[in-house]
């Protein structure tokens, strides 16, 4: 919760999500706007208009962009949440190695205190 | 950490009760999901135990019966495309190469329609006067996938 | 006679093989999306949406695979009793069902401006949409099915059931009349087209080891931690 708030109280996040967002939109309309036959309801050109094509084609640096930004996003989280994960694992161990002691001390106390076991 | 008595998460505990509240949510998923697999199959298998008929297949089968939907796939016959100025109803016919079919469908056609190389697919109802109306259109893409001549 | 926990929350395990593959992993997505975007030609029938294809063959590969390891690991876990089998099937399984659902998803997003259709019901796809049904059940089992034993060897006949659908899956273009195309790897592509399909398979693989070892790391911890509980209680 930690990551989430302090992100969230960083004006510079919330421009660049908000930019993020706007750039997906608009690569995606661009791109999905130039895809054939639902832009025209009635009467169908027979083939798809070569200037479609192109102008489709011509937007694709901005999907490249759109996807490199979203999975850095995402890889950059995923390098986050296995650090916590890791440090997590390290405090199990100490947990279960503490239980370890208590239950071989308390077993040695049994032990001497009932010579006769 | 003052307590002596640690909370056990309820996924470590035992399932004491029969009908515990673990066991209606499962019955009622997997209900759900049996029913959901058992629509499925009747959807694919309705009507035809093949996906589609063929041109030839769809002509010796004859007229579709009333509320039954089949799918016939066939190739665009040469120069058979024709759709009046302004009108939403297009005719075309569907051939294997061999056997023509007449054809009729109302409203968008996709781009890949008018492809040399597509199969297209028809979904809709064989009627006895002998032309497919077809409701819904699938274009199967070509299989190859082949990269554009750079022009110019 | 106390332990030092400080010690071992100051260095906590390395896991250096995991940031080597996240390393690999986001590496390899920024190759494939150059190559996909930049490199990778226009297809002369379908045109830029066929790109998506970089996409979902790899999701469907990684689907139908991650089905049958769910299978496996969870035979191996009925069979020998360790723990870090079942470990590995349900993390498996928590994965599979995100490539399952974006195969699906993908699909429908390539079908609508090509096909026409949203979806349809031919093999190929039904036999899809039942894997998926599976990796439901399957985690369904495992979170509301009966504890222990019993609901672990109902979940693994569920997995089952999913490795012999996955066969299907990938058979169904030749079996059956679909309108999905036919299998087109390595035979009916073009050169640049092939390697950026390589490229992008071997990327969504490294990916999902990656993320296999992380969900299963995790999972181990749940399953210590549930053993810790209980020795305190």
């Given at each position: 919760m930690s990551f989430i708030e302090g992100l969230r109280n960083s004006?510079?996040?919330?421009?660049?999500?908000?930019?993020?967002?706007?750039?997906?939109?608009?690569?995606?309309?661009?791109?999905?706007?130039?895809?054939?036959?639902?832009?025209?309801?009635?009467?169908?050109?027979?083939?798809?208009?070569?200037?479609?094509?192109?102008?489709?084609?011509?937007?694709?640096?901005?999907?490249?962009a759109v996807f490199i930004v979203t999975w850095a996003a995402f890889f950059g989280y995923v390098l986050y949440v296995s650090r916590r994960q890791r440090e997590m694992q390290g405090e199990i161990e100490a947990l279960r190695r503490a239980l370890d002691d208590r239950e071989r001390s308390s077993a040695d106390q049994r032990r001497e205190t009932n010579p006769n076991n | 950490m003052s307590q002596t008595d640690t909370t056990i998460p309820e996924s470590a505990q035992p399932q004491t009760s029969l009908v515990s509240s673990h066991r209606v949510k499962l019955l009622v998923g997997l209900m759900a999901i049996v029913g959901a697999l058992g629509f499925f199959a009747f959807q694919a298998f309705e009507g035809a135990t093949v996906y589609y008929y063929t041109v030839a297949e769809m002509?010796?089968?004859?007229?579709?019966?009333?509320?039954?939907?089949?799918?016939?796939?066939?190739?665009?016959?040469?120069?058979?495309?024709?759709?009046?100025?302004?009108?939403?109803?297009?005719?075309?016919?569907?051939?294997?190469?061999?056997?023509?079919?007449?054809?009729?469908?109302?409203?968008?056609?996709?781009?890949?329609?008018?492809?040399?190389?597509?199969?297209?697919?028809?979904?809709?109802?064989?009627?006895?006067?002998?032309?497919?109306?077809?409701?819904?259109?699938?274009?199967?893409?070509?299989?190859?996938?082949?990269?554009?001549?750079?022009?110019? | 006679m106390t332990y030092s926990t400080q010690a071992l929350r100051d260095a906590p395990p390395r896991g250096l093989l995991r940031d080597a593959l996240l390393a690999a992993s986001a590496l390899l997505m920024a190759l494939t999306l150059y190559l996909v975007?930049?490199?990778?030609?226009?297809?002369?029938?379908?045109?830029?949406?066929?790109?998506?294809?970089?996409?979902?063959?790899?999701?469907?590969?990684?689907?139908?695979?991650?089905?049958?390891?769910?299978?496996?690991?969870?035979?191996?876990?009925?069979?020998t009793g360790r723990q870090k089998w079942d470990d590995l099937a349900y993390s498996t399984a928590e994965l599979g069902i995100v490539y399952a659902s974006l195969i699906i998803v993908t699909g429908a997003v390539w079908g609508k401006p090509v096909w026409g259709v949203w979806w349809t019901w031919d093999p190929k796809l039904t036999t899809t949409l039942v894997l998926w049904f599976i990796y439901v059940g399957y985690l369904m089992m495992r979170s509301y099915g009966p504890a222990g034993a019993q609901?672990?060897?109902?979940?693994?006949?569920?997995?089952?059931?999913?490795?012999?659908d996955a066969p299907i899956i990938y058979k169904a273009t030749d079996w059956w009349r679909t309108a999905h195309p036919e299998n087109n790897v390595p035979g009916g592509l073009d050169d640049r087209i092939l390697i950026t399909l390589l490229v992008s398979v071997l990327t969504f693989t490294v990916m999902y080891v990656y993320l296999l070892m992380e969900r299963y790391s995790l999972r181990r911890s749940e399953s210590d931690l549930d053993e810790l509980y209980r020795r305190v209680a």
């Open positions: 004006p510079l996040f919330r421009v660049a999500l908000l930019g993020a967002l706007i750039a997906l939109g608009l690569a995606a309309w661009s791109a999905f706007g130039t895809v054939g036959a639902y832009d025209v309801p009635f009467g169908m050109q027979p083939a798809p208009a070569p200037q479609a094509q192109q102008s489709a084609e011509a937007n694709l640096p901005f999907l490249f | 002509k010796e089968i004859g007229p579709t019966p009333e509320n039954r939907t089949v799918r016939v796939s066939g190739k665009l016959a040469a120069d058979s495309f024709h759709r009046a100025e302004g009108s939403t109803l297009a005719e075309f016919d569907l051939t294997d190469g061999g056997a023509i079919l007449a054809a009729a469908h109302e409203g968008v056609l996709p781009d890949l329609f008018f492809n040399d190389h597509s199969e297209i697919i028809l979904e809709g109802r064989y009627h006895a006067d002998g032309v497919f109306v077809s409701e819904n259109v699938i274009v199967k893409c070509p299989s190859k996938y082949i990269a554009e001549e750079e022009s110019g | 975007y930049f490199w990778a030609p226009t297809e002369q029938n379908l045109g830029v949406s066929q790109r998506i294809f970089y996409f979902h063959v790899p999701l469907g590969w990684i689907g139908m695979v991650s089905i049958v390891v769910v299978a496996a690991a969870s035979i191996l876990h009925l069979a609901g672990k060897r109902f979940a693994a006949i569920i997995a089952l059931i999913g490795a012999i």
